[in-house]
């Protein structure tokens, strides 16, 4: 069949028997300056089907066709023209170009998976003949036409999918806002008036726009995450090492991957299947959903994607399958090197939530490895650098910072082996993409400290353990698209992929029913005004205000009396105040709706033994140990109580 989007631009790209330039890639500094392309014939075994030119072009490592179209115009552009360029394709592209798949296996061989599909990629990549811009003309300037294209866009156009164009990407990738001083921001489709964020925000632009089916872009601090979460997309983030880096400009190399964009999630699927190159093996249904309660206390308002997440997980697995966690708990006991991190930098005085914490650490690796990469290539030619970057590198000293870097790595494997051993082959982890919508152009919400540390608190989990993480679009906000992600261990990649296919349409299924709960007069849920309360509670628990926060777990319960969260909360702030038997009702009707709640059964142990049932807390204990096998409090405490009872 057809494909809309590549006849449409094929109707603008048509090429005489001469690879030629549009003015963007002059302008971008893609083309050396010596470069001369060369004249090439149409190659007879190929099809000149849906008025594409077909040229052939060498490549070092791999046999690709190559034709470098005109671009929208067709001319060369002039400042004015360009941009009204920038207005058709929303700004996402730098250059046009195509890349060609090989021809068709020949019946009865099926297809190649993504054929009929166009895609784009992150000016990071490598297409043979082109400079690789990394964001910065200065880059560009400096730097010699690769001689091979990069191992992940190879794989794609193997696969059966072309390439039309680089997109742009935050000078020298280095930041989350999507934006660029030299080349411009791209627009972001589904709210206009707001950024698209991430690096790797033209490739989502270009998917969010229709342009293009799916797009590939770099994540190290979450510039394929936060562009998705931003612009309405699905967005993927591989576990760390299992696509080649080979052909990608480095940012940091310990948290670099290779991510793509989709519009749908079985285009999401098929692109996985190549680039992660997967068996076709049966897939474990995930026996847990695991929502991380501390991670949604991040958000700056309440959006009810727990509540979606939640129904759309009951109305697919059921409710036993559901959980709730405090990520940051259970990792506390289990990364010592993050302590050890802590206690060498100059703010450590200064008390952080754990996430909080592993967001520094990673921010530090981040700068290090860019440090070490393209410290020199700075200091000599002096480039014309966005002034955010040089105000976060200013006074960034390599010799000084070396001394933390091996914590950091030992931080790295501490943290994959928790989240493996929680996660196993068969459970995710929901937390929420970004803290909030996406801000403004021109805004310095962005940079403010608030919101870079809440919007790496949420990133760094799946950075620095090398998880993948899959972003889910999940309807609008207060106008702004809105997403949630989930989280499967290292490896777990193709379990995510068949996750999120089952999971989306249930999800977006959820979202119409809360929309037409409340209509457009702004009316809130109850559920909604649930979860307010109950995040006012946790703030208020922080604050040590417990009778406060008593009172507003209350407010939520009469709101939804099903919810073991909130009876949960209220019975942590019931054991501050030492009101024990509150606590063991409270519990009790926490464990009646949720029977894997380790809290729950903590708290009740604790509450039993104070009271001075200490066969029933010895019980307790044994559950939670049951459930959480490493539970080093259960541990002590059945220890403790067996021999009270002997």
């Not at 958000?299 to 727990?306: A, D, G, S, V």
């Not at 009740?604 to 044994?622: N, P």
Request: aromatic residues 8%; proline residues 5%; contains cysteine.
């Amino acid at each position: 069949m057809p494909n809309k989007k590549r006849d449409e631009f094929t109707k603008i790209t048509k090429s005489p028997l001469r690879i030629k330039y549009t003015g963007t890639e002059q302008r971008a500094g893609l083309l050396p300056s010596t470069f001369s392309p060369p004249l090439l014939p149409l190659s007879l075994s190929r099809p000149r089907s849906r008025n594409y030119s077909r040229l052939s072009m060498a490549s070092v490592s791999t046999n690709l066709w190559v034709v470098l179209g005109l671009g929208l115009a067709g001319v060369i552009l002039v400042a004015q023209k360009f941009r009204k360029v920038v207005k058709v394709d929303f700004g996402a592209f730098i250059g046009r170009l195509e890349l060609l798949p090989p021809p068709q296996p020949t019946p009865p061989k099926a297809p190649h998976l993504l054929t009929d599909l166009a895609f784009t990629v992150s000016d990071v990549f490598d297409v043979v003949g082109l400079v690789t811009g990394f964001g910065n003309p200065d880059w560009a300037r400096t730097h010699d036409a690769a001689i091979a294209t990069a191992t992940s866009v190879s794989a794609a156009v193997d696969g059966g999918a072309t390439c039309v164009g680089k997109t742009v990407v935050d000078d020298m990738c280095f930041g989350i806002s999507g934006e660029n001083k030299h080349f411009g921001s791209p627009t972001n489709p589904a709210v206009q008036d707001r950024i698209a964020g991430g690096c790797s925000s033209g490739s989502a632009v270009s998917v969010a726009s229709g342009l293009v089916d799916f797009a590939l872009g770099i994540d190290t601090v979450g510039g394929v995450r936060v562009s998705a979460s931003f612009c309405g997309v699905l967005g993927f983030r591989p576990s760390q090492g299992t696509i080649s880096n080979v052909g990608v400009v480095p940012v940091s190399q310990s948290l670099d991957t290779v991510g793509w964009f989709a519009k749908d999630p079985n285009t999401l699927h098929r692109v996985g299947h190549i680039l992660l190159q997967l068996p076709y093996i049966e897939v474990r249904q995930p026996r847990h959903i695991i929502i991380a309660d501390d991670c949604f206390e991040y958000l700056k308002t309440t959006n009810q994607i727990t509540q979606i997440v939640s129904k759309s997980a009951e109305k697919i697995f059921g409710r036993q399958f559901l959980n709730h966690i405090k990520i940051g708990d259970y990792l506390a006991p289990k990364i010592p090197s993050l302590k050890q991190f802590r206690n060498g930098q100059k703010s450590a005085e200064v008390k952080f939530s754990l996430l909080e914490s592993l967001a520094i650490a990673m921010q530090f690796l981040y700068k290090y490895e860019f440090v070490t990469n393209h410290g020199e290539w700075i200091d000599t030619v002096k480039p014309s650098l966005d002034p955010i970057i040089s105000a976060q590198l200013n006074g960034f000293s390599l010799e000084a910072s070396s001394k933390h870097i091996q914590h950091c790595q030992n931080l790295k494997k501490e943290i994959r082996s928790a989240l493996n051993a929680l996660l196993k082959d068969d459970s995710v982890l929901v937390i929420p993409t970004v803290p909030g919508p996406p801000p403004k152009h021109g805004a310095k919400e962005i940079f403010s400290e608030d919101h870079q540390r809440r919007a790496h608190s949420l990133l760094a989990i799946a950075s620095m353990s090398g998880c993948c993480q899959v972003t889910v679009p999940i309807g609008y906000h207060e106008k702004c698209p809105r997403s949630v992600s989930f989280i499967a261990r290292n490896g777990a990649d193709r379990f995510l992929l068949e996750v999120t296919k089952k999971f989306y349409e249930s999800l977006q299924e959820q979202v119409q029913i809360i929309a037409n709960k409340n209509p457009s007069s702004g009316t809130i849920s109850k559920e909604e005004s649930a979860e307010t309360a109950k995040q006012k509670g946790n703030t208020a628990y922080k604050e040590k205000k417990w009778q406060k926060a008593i009172s507003l777990y209350s407010e939520a319960i009469k709101l939804v009396e099903n919810n073991a969260t909130y009876y949960n909360n209220r019975a942590a702030a019931y054991l501050e105040l030492g009101n024990y038997v509150q606590v063991e009702s409270d519990c009790t009707t926490a464990i009646s709706f949720d029977k894997k709640n380790i809290k729950a059964y903590l708290r009740r142990g604790t509450a039993r033994e104070t009271l001075g049932y200490w066969q029933d807390a010895l019980d307790d204990f044994r559950h939670a140990l049951v459930l959480e096998p490493t539970n080093k409090i259960a541990s002590m405490a059945i220890s403790r109580l067996s021999k009270l009872l002997t």
